[in-house]
């Protein structure tokens, strides 16, 4: 009778512990020093030391102050094995309106990119480092943690971090198709040249 008790709580816990999304997760995860440098994909801090960080609700009550929305969600990769002479072509949604720099929320991030990053959001807030920016990929990502933090060590005041991401607006929102910022694209294409 034990043993068959033992069982059935285990098998209890191994369905509640399977069931447990990131958001259910119990696990607290301090903010690193630098940038976070692991794997891309996993729990991420609930807080981002001099940004905001906002769910859906602050997203909306942001929207009509006209934030600059980053999405920093990577590229897909064209897949290995695929014959050259398919098509491939992957699409990407995200928040309407958002500007797609795949691949800025890296770390490290080569000092060209990181410079190119800056110069793009430079360009977008027009230079006003008071200018709302929100940050955002997919949800338990680091990339755009990284890139709030980036933008915090620029000095920037009114940095948000969206941690929901792209899923997390769909939820209750359209996307919409998103296609590389071609500014971001070029600028670090040439600064890498330049090296």
Avoid at 30 to 48: I, K, N, S, V
Avoid at 54 to 72: Q, T
Avoid at 124 to 149: H, M, Q, Y
């Amino acid at each position: 009778m034990r043993v068959i008790a033992r069982g059935a709580a285990l098998a209890a816990l191994g369905l509640m512990l399977g069931a447990a999304g990131p958001a259910d997760s119990p696990v607290n995860v301090p903010e690193p020093e630098g940038y976070y440098t692991g794997p891309p994909r996993g729990y991420t801090p609930a807080t981002l030391k001099g940004a905001t960080v906002i769910d859906l609700k602050g997203l909306e009550a942001l929207l009509p102050e006209r934030p600059v929305l980053i999405d920093v969600v990577l590229a897909d990769h064209r897949p290995a094995g695929l014959p050259a002479d398919r098509p491939w072509l992957p699409t990407h949604r995200s928040i309407p309106d958002a500007v797609w720099m795949p691949g800025a929320g890296a770390a490290p991030l080569a000092p060209e990119k990181e410079a190119a990053f800056l110069a793009r959001v430079a360009a977008l807030t027009g230079g006003d480092k008071a200018k709302p920016i929100v940050t955002f990929c997919r949800p338990e990502c680091w990339g755009s943690w990284n890139a709030g933090k980036r933008l915090v060590a620029a000095g920037y005041s009114r940095v948000y971090w969206f941690p929901l991401g792209v899923e997390g607006w769909q939820d209750d929102h359209d996307t919409a198709v998103a296609r590389p910022d071609p500014a971001w694209m070029a600028a670090a294409s040439e600064r890498a040249a330049q090296r």
